[in-house]
T-cell receptor, first 114, second 112 residues
Framework: DSGVTQTPKHLITATGQRVTLRCSPR?????VYWYQQSLDQGLQFLIQ???????AKGNILERFSAQQFPDLHSELNLSSLELGDSALYFC?????????????FGPGTRLTVL | GDSVTQMEGPVTLSEEAFLTINCTYT??????LFWYVQYPGEGLQLLLK?????DKGSNKGFEATYRKETTSFHLEKGSVQVSDSAVYFC???????????FGTGTSLTVIP
């Protein structure tokens, strides 16, 4: 158990819908990272937040947005969902903002878009 | 742009065999390099890392050396166990920012 929790574990929805994925980092970790893992694209970095502020942005679509709240939990919002958004979404957390320290991954949320 | 190229799998080895999984990278400046492992049904776990040239990362019998001259970070283990069966990802953190790039993953199966 990494100490990072993600909810829900599974999510099934329809095209065009909007969903919110939630992540609670390990106690004491200030950085939260979001990743998408799909069969065709592999594992892709989406975005990083550090202590409530956006720190780095990767291949995140404009239809996706994220935020980190004062209690340090983070949410990833996916809107206007398409079939291709079906994937495993991982959240990770770490202590520092640099990205070179150890990231601890949550178990993931499996999103299925029908 | 920055990228990571990882050896294609799947790889099947007998227990106690020697393991090498190749990883090469393209990056500007001095990236940090990582190996992650993903066991079935779980999230990724950091296996080892190296943050500068000639650094050797090691953990649980696995090793990888950051070779700037060959832009490589190959993962090795002298004697694999059945419990090492997992998917292994090579990853890079870009020097100019917190961008992370992952290889496609190499599935390893170790048979008794």
């Amino acid at each position: 158990d990494s100490g990072v929790t993600q909810t829900p574990k599974h999510l099934i929805t329809a095209t065009g819908q909007r969903v919110t994925l939630r992540c609670s980092p390990r106690s004491g970790d200030l950085s939260v990272y979001w990743y998408q893992q799909s069969l065709d694209q592999g594992l892709q970095f989406l975005i990083q937040y550090y202590n409530g502020e956006e720190r780095a942005k990767g291949n995140i679509l404009e239809r996706f947005s994220a935020q980190q709240f004062p209690d340090l939990h983070s949410e990833l919002n996916l809107s206007s969902l398409e079939l291709g958004d079906s994937a495993l979404y991982f959240c990770a957390s770490s202590v520092e903002r640099t990205g070179t320290d150890t990231q601890y991954f949550g178990p993931g949320t499996r999103l299925t878009v029908l | 742009g920055d990228s990571v190229t990882q050896m294609e799998g799947p790889v099947t080895l007998s227990e106690e065999a020697f393991l090498t999984i190749n990883c090469t990278y393209t990056a500007t400046g001095y990236p940090s390099l990582f190996w992650y492992v993903q066991y079935p049904g779980e999230g990724l776990q950091l296996l080892l890392k190296a943050t500068k040239a000639d650094d050797k990362g090691s953990n649980k019998g696995f090793e990888a050396t950051y070779r700037k001259e060959t832009t490589s970070f190959h993962l090795e283990k002298g004697s694999v166990q059945v419990s090492d069966s997992a998917v292994y990802f090579c990853a890079l953190r870009g020097y100019t920012g917190n961008q992370f790039y992952f290889g496609t993953g190499t599935s390893l199966t170790v048979i008794p």
